[in-house]
């Protein structure tokens, strides 16, 4: 069983920045691949970014390219999201997933995910 922990959600203002954390406990990051996901009112989950078992691979949703930037530390089991000039579009229920193998988008594909993380952008 993995278990997975987000922290850092928040409330701020438009073009602020939050960074993301989640630690995972009962296997190492190592060979998996993570994923963020997030899911606003009436909306379906949608794919944020992911990151390579290695950490070289990194891949984006268009909606973020060029503001978030996913990053993992193998030694800390831990993978982040810097998320910067936040827009209140992005208010959302932020969760990390990880998956044995390569990269996905789909987030059915998934295997284990955290309880969530709340970010709450204002205009």
């Known amino acids: 069983q993995v278990q997975l922990v987000e922290s850092g959600g928040g409330l701020v203002q438009a073009g602020d920045s939050l960074r993301l954390s989640c630690a995972a406990s009962g296997r190492t990051f190592s060979s998996y691949a993570l994923g963020w996901f997030r899911q606003a009112p009436g909306k379906e989950r949608e794919f944020v970014a992911a990151i390579s078992w290695s950490g070289r691979g990194t891949y984006y949703a268009d909606s973020v390219q060029g503001r978030f930037t996913i990053s993992r530390d193998n030694a800390k089991n831990t993978v982040y999201l810097q998320m910067n000039s936040l827009k209140p579009e992005d208010t959302a229920i932020y969760y990390c997933?990880?998956?044995?193998?390569?990269?996905?988008?789909?987030?059915?594909?998934?295997?284990?995910w955290g309880q969530g993380t709340q970010v709450t952008v204002s205009s």
């Open positions: 997933a990880v998956r044995s193998g390569v990269v996905v988008r789909q987030s059915d594909q998934y295997d284990y």
